[in-house]
Structures are given as structure tokens and as C-alpha cells.
């Protein structure tokens, strides 16, 4: 049994070979935080990244440190590298960025998570992929379950998204069928924490901004609307405990913080914890934008014996102090 408060290391053994992992998107949000944990757990990390919303500065204190390589490289391309294990999260993840360039967005999902099962193939690794809660789209099941098959329009702005991760898993599936390549498919519902791109759009990070800079919240509709948000650390010790998992169990399992929340109470609860004075100002609803979502993480608990920890008014507190040093900085400059 792993307890989640003494997280086991994600080497077996202090005795065996540090293991070869490649972590795709590693210079990202989840990515440099992830990259972080298994350097300190005594792997040997490649972190690969095209840049696209990730940065240097989110793994700067690992650069210099013996068992870390940076790469930067596109997974659309084809890559020659031995490696043990593969956590595929190459892909960006905030609505904004994967709609600024969405064809590009489904290759990354579909040639790129074609390109590390082939590289996992050959050199025999095993592979995390990094799905999503936006396989269920807008869903009519709640709380999601894995075996929920999703309500997801095929054609609309966040079908680049949603369907490209869908053909992920499919072919992580296929792989596994026809070439025997050893899977995880991890449904990541949203998680935030330090590292989120001040620009990067999504819920946590926007409000805390606005909250800081005492502007208005932009709250999408009328903020009825349901999230339920994982904190980092939580997230990189289900990611890890799912890659650890025996070889037969593949997933697609839900990782994420059952606690449910609306938009409206999100935008409340950082006014209080930031004390700032900004008001709420409703904006129109995106198009697609799913109503409700709250993981049914039953089999995780049971299969990986992890289930979150961290509170949201603690994560928060991290996650405003993360903003906090960074405005002062760049006013500061
Ligand atoms: P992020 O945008 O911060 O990180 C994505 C990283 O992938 C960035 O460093 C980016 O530069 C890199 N990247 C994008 N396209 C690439 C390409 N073609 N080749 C190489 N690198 C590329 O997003 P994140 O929140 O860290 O998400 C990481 C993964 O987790 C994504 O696959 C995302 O779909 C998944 N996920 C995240 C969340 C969440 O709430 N954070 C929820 C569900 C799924
Ligand atoms: N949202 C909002 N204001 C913002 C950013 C997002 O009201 O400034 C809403 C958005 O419409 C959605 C929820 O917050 O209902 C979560 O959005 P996010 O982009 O963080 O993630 P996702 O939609 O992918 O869950």
C-alpha cells in the first residue's frame, strides 16, 4: 500500500538502474513539475519541449542538475531515443492555446502520441499518455466514470482538443493491442498550482491575476457552471503512481480532486483569500463550454490507492503566492 503523505519513490529500488524517463511537455505547467519529482526520486529525466506554452524558466533549477537533459524538439517529428518509460504530455492544455493554431493542436495529439508509441515500440518502454476529462466533452453522466463514453461535439472550437485526445487514447489502445506496447491512460481532470503561465487563460490562473491587479473577475455565463480542481503535487503523485501500476492494468483511469465547485463560488472564494477589491464582470459563455465536471475517481483509489490531499484553499494559498512573486518581479523591472 503507497500512502499518499509518504509518497514512495518511483524507482522500485535504491539497488536498481536509475531509470530512463522522457517526459514530453516537461518545460510546462504539469510537466516541469513532474520533471522536478522524478529527478528527486533519482531518475534520469529527458525533458523534451517545443516551447510553445512552455518556458525554460519552469525548470531552471534543474538544468544544471547531472540527471537532467532539456531537448527541444516538436513530437510531430519522429525522435530516436533510448528510454525506459515515456510520460506523453506534449500538448497545450488551456483553451486559448490549443485553439490558436487547432490543426496543429491535433497533430501534436494524434502524430505526436503516434511518434512516442512508435519510439516506445522500439525501444519496448512504457508510456503514460495524458488524456483527459474532455474526452467526456459536455458530459450527461455525473460524476464521470471511465466507462462513460462522453458527449462531445466533433466539430466545434474544442474538437481539436477533445478529439485529438480521443484518438490518442485510441491509439494507445491500438498499440497496445497490435504491438504489445505497455500503457496508461490517465484522464487529468483540471489542476492548477505555481508554474501556470501568467497568460495562460485558464480559470485559476485568470482570477488570481485579476484579483491581484484588483481588476474585474471575468466570469464566463453566469457562473453557474462546475469545475473541480486538483492541485499540482496531488496530480504528479497519481501520475506516477499510475505509471508504477502492474504491466496488465492500462487505464484510462480519472485523476483529479472529486470536490466540485461552481465558477461563481471559484470567483468568490480568491476575492476572500487575496483580499482584493476587484468586482465580477459576465462575459458570454464560450461555445461548448461543459457545464458541469466532477471525476468519479473510485477506481484510482482502488487500483493506484491515491486520492488528493491537498485542500483548494490551501493549493490556492500556494498558487496566489506563486502570482504574488511574479507581479512584484515584473513590477520590480
Ligand atoms: P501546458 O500548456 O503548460 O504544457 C504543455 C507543454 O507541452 C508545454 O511545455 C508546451 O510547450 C509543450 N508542447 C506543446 N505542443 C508540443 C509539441 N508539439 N511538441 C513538444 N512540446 C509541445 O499544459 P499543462 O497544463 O502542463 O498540460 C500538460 C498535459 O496534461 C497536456 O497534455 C494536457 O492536455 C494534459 N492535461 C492537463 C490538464 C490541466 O488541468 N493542467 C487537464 C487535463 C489534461
Ligand atoms: N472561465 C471563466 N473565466 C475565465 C476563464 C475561464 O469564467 O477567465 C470558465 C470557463 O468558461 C469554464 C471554467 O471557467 O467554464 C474553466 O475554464 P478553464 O479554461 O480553466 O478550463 P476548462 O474549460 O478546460 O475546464
Same mark, same amino acid.
Not at 509518497?7 to 516541469?32: H, K
Not at 531518475?43 to 531537448?71: K, M, Y
Given at each position: 500500500? &503507497?500512502?499518499n /503523505?509518504?509518497?514512495?519513490?518511483?524507482?522500485?529500488?535504491?539497488?536498481?538502474?536509475?531509470?530512463?524517463?522522457?517526459?514530453?511537455?516537461?518545460?510546462?505547467?504539469l510537466?516541469?513539475?513532474?520533471?522536478?519529482?522524478?529527478?528527486?526520486?533519482?531518475?534520469e529525466?529527458? #525533458?523534451?519541449?517545443?516551447?510553445?506554452?512552455?518556458?525554460?524558466?519552469?525548470?531552471?533549477?534543474?538544468?544544471?542538475?547531472?540527471?537532467?537533459?532539456?531537448?527541444?524538439?516538436?513530437?510531430?517529428?519522429?525522435? %530516436?531515443?533510448?528510454?525506459?518509460?515515456?510520460?506523453?504530455?506534449?500538448?497545450?492544455?488551456?483553451?486559448?492555446?490549443?485553439?490558436y493554431?487547432?490543426?496543429?493542436?491535433? *497533430?501534436?495529439?494524434?502524430?505526436? &502520441?503516434?511518434?512516442?508509441?512508435?519510439?516506445?515500440? +522500439?525501444?519496448?518502454?512504457?508510456?503514460? $499518455?495524458?488524456?483527459?476529462?474532455?474526452?467526456?466533452?459536455? @458530459?450527461?453522466?455525473? @460524476?464521470?466514470?471511465? @466507462?462513460?463514453?462522453?458527449?462531445?461535439?466533433?466539430?466545434?472550437?474544442?474538437?481539436?482538443?477533445?478529439?485529438?485526445?480521443? #484518438?490518442?487514447?485510441?491509439? #494507445?489502445?491500438?498499440?497496445?493491442?497490435?504491438?504489445?506496447?505497455?500503457?496508461?491512460?490517465?484522464?487529468?481532470?483540471?489542476?492548477?498550482? =505555481?508554474?501556470?503561465?501568467i497568460?495562460?487563460?485558464?480559470?485559476?490562473?485568470? %482570477?488570481?491575476?485579476?484579483?491581484?491587479?484588483?481588476? =474585474?473577475?471575468?466570469? %464566463?455565463?453566469?457562473?453557474? $457552471?462546475? +469545475?473541480?480542481? #486538483?492541485?499540482?503535487?496531488?496530480?504528479?503523485?497519481?501520475?506516477?503512481?499510475?505509471m508504477?501500476?502492474?504491466?496488465?492494468? &492500462?487505464?484510462?483511469?480519472?485523476?483529479?480532486?472529486?470536490?466540485?465547485i461552481?465558477?461563481?463560488?471559484?470567483?468568490? /472564494?480568491?476575492?476572500?483569500?487575496?483580499?482584493?477589491? !476587484?468586482?465580477?464582470?459576465?462575459?458570454?459563455?464560450?461555445?461548448?463550454?461543459?457545464i458541469?465536471?466532477?471525476?468519479?475517481?473510485?477506481?484510482? /483509489?482502488? *487500483?493506484?490507492d491515491? $486520492?488528493?490531499?491537498?485542500s483548494l484553499?490551501?493549493?490556492?494559498?500556494?498558487?496566489?503566492?506563486? %502570482?504574488?512573486?511574479?507581479l512584484?518581479?515584473? !513590477?520590480?523591472?
Amino acid at each position: 500500500m &503507497t500512502d499518499n /503523505k509518504n509518497p514512495q519513490p518511483s524507482r522500485s529500488s535504491p539497488y536498481e538502474e536509475p531509470l530512463r524517463i522522457l517526459v514530453t511537455g516537461g518545460a510546462g505547467f504539469l510537466g516541469s513539475h513532474l520533471c522536478r519529482r522524478l529527478v528527486m526520486d533519482g531518475n534520469e529525466v529527458i #525533458c523534451l519541449d517545443n516551447f510553445f506554452t512552455g518556458h525554460r524558466r519552469n525548470i531552471q533549477d534543474l538544468l544544471d542538475h547531472h540527471d537532467f537533459e532539456l531537448i527541444r524538439h516538436d513530437i510531430v517529428n519522429p525522435i %530516436f531515443l533510448e528510454v525506459d518509460r515515456i510520460y506523453n504530455l506534449a500538448c497545450p492544455a488551456s483553451p486559448i492555446h490549443y485553439q490558436y493554431n487547432p490543426v496543429k493542436t491535433i *497533430k501534436t495529439s494524434v502524430m505526436g &502520441t503516434i511518434n512516442m508509441l512508435g519510439l516506445a515500440k +522500439r525501444v519496448r518502454a512504457r508510456v503514460l $499518455q495524458a488524456s483527459t476529462s474532455e474526452v467526456y466533452g459536455n @458530459p450527461q453522466v455525473h @460524476p464521470q466514470p471511465e @466507462p462513460y463514453w462522453g458527449h462531445v461535439n466533433p466539430i466545434g472550437l474544442r474538437s481539436c482538443y477533445d478529439e485529438g485526445k480521443r #484518438c490518442a487514447e485510441t491509439l #494507445c489502445f491500438d498499440y497496445h493491442r497490435q504491438n504489445k506496447v505497455e500503457i496508461k491512460v490517465a484522464r487529468i481532470f483540471n489542476t492548477y498550482g =505555481p508554474n501556470m503561465d501568467i497568460d495562460d487563460g485558464r480559470v485559476i490562473s485568470n %482570477f488570481i491575476i485579476q484579483a491581484l491587479r484588483n481588476i =474585474p473577475l471575468t466570469i %464566463f455565463g453566469d457562473g453557474s $457552471q462546475t +469545475r473541480s480542481f #486538483c492541485y499540482v503535487d496531488d496530480m504528479v503523485q497519481g501520475l506516477i503512481a499510475l505509471m508504477n501500476t502492474p504491466e496488465d492494468f &492500462t487505464g484510462p483511469v480519472n485523476l483529479g480532486n472529486p470536490k466540485e465547485i461552481t465558477i461563481m463560488e471559484l470567483a468568490e /472564494k480568491i476575492l476572500r483569500l487575496t483580499g482584493s477589491s !476587484s468586482t465580477i464582470d459576465h462575459l458570454p459563455p464560450p461555445a461548448d463550454d461543459p457545464i458541469q465536471r466532477q471525476p468519479d475517481i473510485a477506481l484510482a /483509489k482502488d *487500483k493506484l490507492d491515491w $486520492q488528493p490531499t491537498v485542500s483548494l484553499d490551501k493549493g490556492l494559498g500556494h498558487t496566489i503566492s506563486f %502570482f504574488e512573486s511574479i507581479l512584484s518581479r515584473e !513590477s520590480a523591472s
